[in-house]
C-alpha cells in the first residue's frame, strides 16, 4: 500500500494558505486564523467520513472506525496545526494531514482494522499565544487541570476558553475520553542531522529532557580605565566564562547541549566594569543523568567561579523537564517498516518538545521525523521535500497497519 | 608654607551643594547648574583680587600678576568644575579650588613669584552634555577647532556657543592665548590603587591610551534543542570566548587593561542560538607598544575564533587615544615634595582622561593624585579624606612655588 502523495502534499499547501496575516503565517492558537485552519481540517475529516468531535481544551478528532470495528480503545496519531508567528508550512500540519491520509489510503485499500484509528490535532503546541506549551496534550495526558488551561490568560490578555468559544472550538468532552492503545507522531525533524547525514527517516526513541535556568552574578561598578585586572569584580565575565566553559562540556559529551541564549549587562556602559550579569542557560540531554549530573556540575560551577571572581551569584530553575523514552515496541515497528521500503533510518532524539512526550505518559508512544533542509524550522523558510514527507507517511501507514490490524 | 585646609574643604563642600537638581549634583557643561557653579568660583577668583578671564570655549581664568611680577609665561594650574550626572563633589572641584587655594596662600606668606600663576576651570571635560570630552582643554590646545566646538549640538538638542553666551561664560579672548610654561593638576585618582595600598600620593607619569571597538560576530540562529554541538554558529559563544580570552591577557600584564562592558544578542532567546552578538571593548595602556600590540592581537583573534565557530565579524575602531607620558622633571617637582613633607609616593598611570593630556601637548604637564576611598568615582560616594585632599594641594604648592620662585 502507498498513500497518496500527491493529495497529501496538496492538502499541506492548502492548510499552508490559511491563516495568513500581516505578521505571515501566524496560526496562534484559537485565534481567527487558527480557526481557519482548523475549519478546512475538520472539513477533510468529514468529507473522508470520519466522526468529528472535540474535547473541553478544543482537541479536535476524527475518528475512523468502520462498520465491523471492534468498540475497542483506538490506535491514535496525529499532532497539531497552531503555529509560531511567521511559521512554515511543516511544522505540526505534516502529521495531522499525514493521519487523514493514511485513514483514506487504507479506506480505499478496502483496509478492515481491528481496532478504531482516530487522528487528533492537538490544541496550543506552540505556547505563544497562551502558556505553557503542548497544552492540549498534557491536559489530555492529565497533566494540567482542564480549568487551568481554560483560564490561560494570552500574550493579548484574553482568555483561551473564551477565545476557544468564540471560534466554536471550545467542545464537550472531557480530554481523555478517547483512550488510546498506542499513539504515534509524524514530524518534521526541526534540526539538520537527517539532512546533514542524507538519512531519510529518523526513528524517535526519545525526546530531550530540558532545564532551563536564570542566572544573575552581582558584582561592582567600576571603571575601566582605573581599576587594576585584579581589583575587578566583572559580572560580565563570570557569565562568558559559564559561556565556554558549557561549550566545552557539550563538545565532549554529544548526549548534551547548552545554550546562552540571552544576556544582559549593567550598566551596560563601554567604559564600565559590568556589576550585574544576567543570563540564561538552556540544558539538554535524553539521559536523565547526563542532565542532572550536567546541572549540578554547573551549580558547582557558578559558587566556583563566583568566589574566584568576587562575586555573588543566583540560579533560577525555569524549567525542568525528565527526558522521555519512547516505547522501544513501536520504534521496533517504524524500523520494520523503513527495511520493508528500502529506506535509510537511525535511532534520533528529539531536540524539541513534542505532543508526543505528553501521549508517552498515558500509552506506548513514539515519533517518525522525516528531514528539515537545513534544519531550518519555526521560520518561513522552513522546508522538506515532498518525498520524504511521502516516505514518512508510507512509514506511518505501516506502522498504524501494523497496530490494528 | 602650609595651605590653609579649612578654608579649602570649605570651599569644597560649598561648590559640592551648587547645581544640584532632580538626578543629583549634575552639574553638566554650560547648564544653569554649570552657572551656579562658575558664579561662585568666579566670585572666589575676584575676593583673592585675582584677574578674572573667560576665553571664547567658556574656559574660566584667575590670573595672579602681582606687582613687580615679569610679564613672562605663566605656570597654570587648574581642573574643571562640570560634572557628570549624579556625581561626587571632588572630581575637578579638587583641582581647581586648590589652585586658588595656593595663590591664597603665597599671597598671605607675601610670596614673590618671578612669573605670573594662573588657575583654570576649563569647559566640558566630562563630555556628558557635548561630545567630545575634555573639550575645552582640547580647543585650548589646538586639537579641535574653535568654532566646531561651539557648535557642539547636546544630547538636549542644545547648541554649546548658546549655552555659554546664554549662561554668561562666552568670553572673548582665544584659548591658548595665555601660554603656560608648565601645568600641573590636583586630581582625585578614581581608582583604587592609592587607597588599597595605603599610598598619600600618586606622581602621576602618563595617562593612559585607550581604544575601544564595536565587535559584531554573525552567525546562524538555530533550535537550541535541534542543533547539534559541532554544527553550531554561535555569535554569542564566539564574544564570550573574546571576553575570556581579552582576560587573560590583561591578566598576564599589569600594563593592560581590557573591559566588555556592553554585549546584546539577538534574537536574544532562551532556546535559540543567537546568530548575532554585537559587543564593546576597551582597551588601555600606559605604553602604545603594548596597546597597539594587544589591539593587532585582538583583531587576528577575532578572525580566528570566526573561523572556528564558521561566523564572520566585523570590528569599528570607536575610540582610538594613544598614551600620553606627562614630563618628567614635574614629576621629579612632586616627588621632592612628597619627600621633604614625609608622604608616601608612588608613580602611577591614570586610567581616565584629563584636561593635563590636553595641556601636555603644548607645554610640560603632570598631574598628581590623592586617593579615592575604594576607587568610588562619578558617583555621590566619591570621597577623598580631608587629610589627603589636603596633602596634595600642599603638594601643589610645593610644586608651583619651585616653578615660579
Known sequence: ?????ARLMGNIRTLGTLGINETGRSRLAASDEDKAGRDY?????EEAGLEVVVDRIGNLYGIWRPEGCPDVDPVMTGSHIDSVINAGQYDGDLGVLSGLEVIRTL?????RPSRPIVVVAFTNEEGVRYQPDMMGSLVYAGGQPLDEALDSIGTDGTRLGDELARIGYAGTIDPGDIKPATFVELHIEQGPIL?????QI????????IHWKRITFHGAQNHAGTTPTSMRRDAGLAAAKVNVREREHALANDKFLCTVGTIALEPNAVNVI?????FTVDLRSPVKETLDSEDAGLEEYLLQVAEQEGLTVESEQLTCFDPVPFDEGVCQRIEASCEARGLSHRRITSGAGQDAQMMARICPTAMI???SVNGISHNPEEYSRDEDCVNGANVLLDVLVSLSE
Chains 1, 2 share one sequence.
Open 1 to 5: 500500500m502507498e498513500i497518496n502523495g
Open 41 to 45: 481540517v475538520k472539513g477533510l475529516f
Open 107 to 111: 479506506q480505499e485499500a478496502g483496509f
Open 195 to 199: 539532512d546533514v547525514e542524507g538519512t
Open 202 to 209: 529518523g526513528v524517535v526513541e526519545s525526546l530531550q529532557g
Open 274 to 278: 559590568p556589576d550585574k550579569a544576567t
Open 369 to 371: 521525523f522525516v528531514p
